[in-house]
């Protein structure tokens, strides 16, 4: 059994803040080898919400960020699923539940593999590919 929360990342606790900040880091850094700045200041703007899924046992098992840009356009990004829960529809669910919690235009820069994947849920291409941390990424946009 798995729920979904959110939360401000003000309002976490340090263990789960902890654990959010484990799987973004063992899937973006380890896994993907991409040595960056995950800790950007970015989670803690007003307005930044951390959706997590937890299992039974109260471990993360998949996260993502949302924040909100200055055009008022909502911004989903460090989307991550524990490699042993992947294929599960985690993703899909933190993301239903994001799109649930906010209002207005949704963006997103999807790993280049991945834009079919949001391309399913509504999302279109907006922009040209670009590299980031070695990885080709898709600016994507979901109009609603």
């Not at 039974?56 to 098992?61: E, I």
Request: charged share 30%; proline share 3%.
């Amino acid at each position: 059994m798995v729920s979904i929360r959110s939360a401000h990342v003000r309002d976490l606790d340090a263990v789960t803040l902890h654990e959010i900040m484990r799987l973004r880091q063992d899937v973006f850094v380890v896994e993907q080898e991409c040595a960056y700045p995950d800790l950007d200041g970015r989670d803690l703007e007003d307005g930044a919400l951390q959706v997590w899924a937890e299992d039974g046992g109260g471990a993360v098992v998949a996260t993502l960020r949302v924040l909100r840009e200055a055009d008022g356009a909502v911004r989903v990004g460090r989307v991550a699923t524990a490699r042993s829960r992947r294929g599960r529809g985690l993703a899909a669910a933190l993301l239903g539940a994001a799109l649930e919690l906010t209002r207005g235009p949704v963006v997103l820069d999807a790993q280049a593999h991945l834009a079919g994947w949001y391309a399913g849920r509504g999302f279109v291409r907006d922009g040209d590919e670009f590299v980031e941390d070695g990885i080709p990424h898709v600016p994507m946009r979901l109009r609603r």
